[in-house]
């Protein structure tokens, strides 16, 4: 590909030209995909109010760039290797001309049931096929998808059909998940007794478990597919209509549905893929996360087949059947490009080498990392015993709100370092504040990480709340858009980043709201009030402390604690259960009523040495309890 960086110095003089004018650089960059009409104008913002176009009135359909794009020149290649759970289970090759099938297949049974342009569809399935075939057919018809990580619980998904009012969810009989088979239909069921605006459920079949089938709403993936053609013409969308929303936490309870638009996001997920990895035309690629994710939408289905790669989709956890598993598969596909989560590496990492050994390993030439800082000891590990030394690590820094990777290594060929994210991507300009907004210009700073330019796949809105997105991003420091994120540049000029500065954290990979966390606590009908913080965990990055008033009412502490976990995990989903919970008297608060998280977070690292000033607090004597009951 013409945009394609084959060394360091061509980085170089591409983050040059893209910053010296980007209008050329990124049109230039647009100029390599099918747009049935050209922009007008190639980037427009005003980031007071949050208004970014990216290729204003051009015309186009993401999926005709991949799947028109590639029908003739890699028609025979498989887009999608699909591996199941079970490694005794075979597995499924789509080539790209029979992705184009079934995406058009399944673009027509959409329109049969009543999706047009615009409409919501709530994609709640696992790790199956059908789960990209579903993303993929709702931008061919111009719906809006909105993926929901299939771990959530039914009463997340209610909020988020709700909240976006979709008309139509896609889903699957179950989802098998290592040892265990997880009903999924039957989550959905329960969140719909919440919800209005579903006219039609679709349930591909995966385990065979029995389900129910509400006559009228629910229909089978199998026969309804099995009713129309293969072919469709794909719907004309502006380059800013919607193709995705995705929910992700926030500082504030509720989580906000991210929405990215159809030109910019194609033209970024697709430079950022290829030159980070340095895909070549025949590598074989592997993300390991959800398409649930923001790294699943961007790096498992758009980039990488926007790309003509063939990508690898796993269904699996990565210690089942052993903690061999990733490697295997490694070696089965011959797998080039190869990235997963820090988390992930610790957990490995943990059962020593004995599950590595056995596997050769010799077809990895790059190592991905993202969703969390990776610490220098797992990141040599990588290095060591799974890239044997000789495969570069990028540690890929980003956000479901930017869409795509922005500080990274292109693999290769920028020098690297353990946990550094190392240089921006050509077109990224990020730019470090003090807490007053204050520029912190040069090398060795350290401070909240900002972006001071439009990127393509930026978020454009929070959906159905725009106020929300400028209070948000656009509010902290005038005229940037805020990470949320500490980063500290080194004399090298390379970015570190040390995590997040507001009140998300970051458990596994995943994030989540200290304030969502909380409010499901609060759902327990004996909690009083409860202060959610994240601590060090080795494995996880952070796990989940929390800190709860309540009543005991003759229970134990110890089944009190399981009732806690049990309505966590009833409302948001198993990911964001506590790890620790201590019952406290009371909460640190300042005389304001603010509760003083600080505290709360020294005593939950086990650091009580260095709490400040305690005598300003409106309850000062709390504070000795909490350090007395600490887990
Ligand atoms: C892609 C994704 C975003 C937050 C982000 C930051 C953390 C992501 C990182 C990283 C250190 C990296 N994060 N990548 N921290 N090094 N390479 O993860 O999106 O789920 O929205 O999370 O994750 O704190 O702000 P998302």
């Known amino acids: 590909m013409l945009t394609k960086i084959e060394n360091l110095s061509e980085y170089f003089l591409a983050y040059e030209k893209s910053v010296a004018n980007p209008e050329t650089f990124w049109g230039r960059v647009a100029n390599q995909f099918f747009w049935r009409k050209k922009w007008d104008k190639v980037v427009d913002y005003n980031f007071e109010k949050a208004d970014v176009k990216w290729f204003e009135n051009a015309k186009l359909n993401i999926t005709e ?164 053609d293969t072919q469709h013409k794909a719907e004309e969308m502006d380059s800013e209509d919607m193709l995705f929303i995705l929910y992700t936490s926030g500082s504030t309870g509720k989580p906000k549905g991210v929405v990215h638009t159809t030109g910019g996001y194609m033209v970024y997920t697709q430079y950022s893929f290829q030159n980070v990895f340095q895909y070549n035309s025949d590598d074989v690629y592997w993300c390991t996360a959800d398409v649930g994710w923001i790294t699943g939408h961007s790096y498992i289905v758009y980039g990488p087949l926007l790309s003509g790669a063939t990508t690898i989709m796993f269904e699996g956890v990565p210690t089942y059947p052993d903690a061999g598993r990733f490697w295997e598969i490694c070696d089965k596909y011959k797998v080039n490009q190869f990235y997963t989560a820090p988390t992930a590496i610790r957990a490995l990492q943990a059962f020593g080498l004995d599950p590595v050994t056995p596997y050769k390993l010799d077809s990895l030439k790059v190592l991905g990392t993202v969703g969390e800082p990776i610490n220098e000891e797992a990141w040599h590990w990588y290095h060591d015993h799974i890239g044997k030394g000789k495969c570069p690590i990028v540690d890929t820094w980003w956000q479901t709100e930017t869409g795509g990777i922005m500080i990274s290594p292109l693999a290769g060929l920028t020098p690297t370092k353990p946990a550094y994210a190392t240089l921006p991507l050509p077109g990224i300009r990020p730019i470090i504040v003090d807490a007053e907004g204050k520029e912190l210009k040069g090398n060795g700073v350290q401070g ?77 009908p004996l909690v009083v009030e409860s202060a959610v913080v994240g601590y060090p965990h ?7 402390y929390a800190y709860v008033i309540c009543d005991t009412e003759g229970r134990t502490e110890a089944s009190l604690k399981d009732e806690i976990k049990a309505t966590v995990n009833k409302i948001i989903g198993p990911i964001a259960k506590p790890d620790k919970i201590q019952i406290v008297p009371g909460l640190p608060k300042t005389r304001s009523g603010k509760i003083m998280r600080r505290i709360l977070r020294k005593v939950a690292e086990n650091d009580t040495s260095s709490l400040g000033d305690t005598s300003t607090l409106l309850n000062p004597e709390v504070v000795d309890e909490i350090i007395k009951g600490a887990q």
């Open 448 to 524: 909240n990480l900002c972006i001071n330019f439009p990127w393509p796949s930026m978020i454009r809105t929070t959906y159905g709340d725009h106020q929300r997105c400028i209070d948000t991003y656009f509010s902290t420091y005038k005229g940037m858009y805020f990470t949320g994120d500490g980063v500290k540049r080194d004399e090298d000029g390379y970015y570190r980043i040390l995590g997040r500065v507001d009140d998300v954290i970051n458990v596994s990979g995943h994030r989540m709201g200290t304030a969502e966390v909380e409010n499901a606590i609060n759902e327990h």
């Open 65 to 228: 760039n991949i799947l028109e794009r590639y029908l003739y020149t890699l028609g025979d290649k498989p887009a999608i290797i699909w591996e199941p759970n079970d490694p005794k289970e075979k597995g499924i090759t789509l080539t790209y001309k029979q992705l184009f099938e079934k995406v058009c297949e399944f673009s027509n049974v959409l329109k049969k049931n009543g999706i047009e342009k615009g409409d919501r569809v709530i994609i709640y399935m696992p790790m199956i096929p059908e789960a990209a075939i579903a993303m993929l057919a709702c931008a061919r018809v111009g719906a809006v998808h909105s993926v929901v990580f299939a771990g959530f619980s039914s009463s997340a998904l209610a909020d988020r059909v709700n909240d976006c009012e979709a008309k139509m969810v896609l889903t699957s009989d179950g989802n098998f998940r290592g040892a265990k088979s997880i009903p999924v239909k039957e989550v959905v069921d329960e969140a719909l007794e919440k919800c209005t605006t579903i006219e039609k459920v679709i349930v591909a079949q995966r385990t065979k478990t029995e389900v129910t089938m509400k006559a009228g709403r629910d229909l089978w993936w199998h026969e309804e597919t099995a009713k129309v």
């Open 538 to 544: 080795e494995i996880k990055g952070q796990g989940i």
